[in-house]
């Protein structure tokens, strides 16, 4: 899988009502983090990325890896910063 696989995966599962709250969102692109197993993507409304209005952004969603090897994704969380998730992933390989 490469990177662009990845983002269209991650793109269709935000597009999931549950996940994104009936609210358009896109990729962080310049935020992305990418590491030998996969990717780290960061997502935000499109509201905000068009507009860099702070009250356009929405809160709640966290960051979804994807496994290169195996097209899973996994989303983590808000409570820790995103390197203790990275971590735990690494963790379970």
């Known amino acids: 899988?490469?990177?662009?696989?990845?983002?269209?995966l991650v793109l269709s599962e935000i597009e999931d009502p549950c996940i994104s709250n009936d609210i358009e969102c896109?990729?962080?692109k310049g935020e992305t983090i990418?590491?030998?197993?996969?990717w780290v993507f960061f997502?935000?409304?499109?509201a905000f990325l068009n507009?860099?209005?702070?009250?356009?952004m929405v809160g709640g969603n966290?960051?979804?890896?994807?496994n290169k090897h195996t097209g899973k994704l996994i989303?983590?969380?808000?409570?820790?910063e995103i390197d203790h998730y990275i971590k735990e992933y690494e963790g379970s390989l």
Not at 1 to 8: D, F, G, R, V, Y
Request: hydrophobic share 30%; net charge negative; aromatic share 10%.
């Open 1 to 8: 899988m490469n990177l662009a696989e990845a983002e269209k």
């Open 26 to 28: 896109g990729l962080l």
């Open 34 to 38: 990418e590491k030998d197993w996969g």
């Open 43 to 46: 997502y935000q409304s499109t």
């Open 51 to 56: 507009s860099g209005d702070f009250r356009d």
């Open 62 to 66: 966290a960051p979804i890896i994807v």
């Open 75 to 80: 989303h983590t969380g808000t409570t820790y």
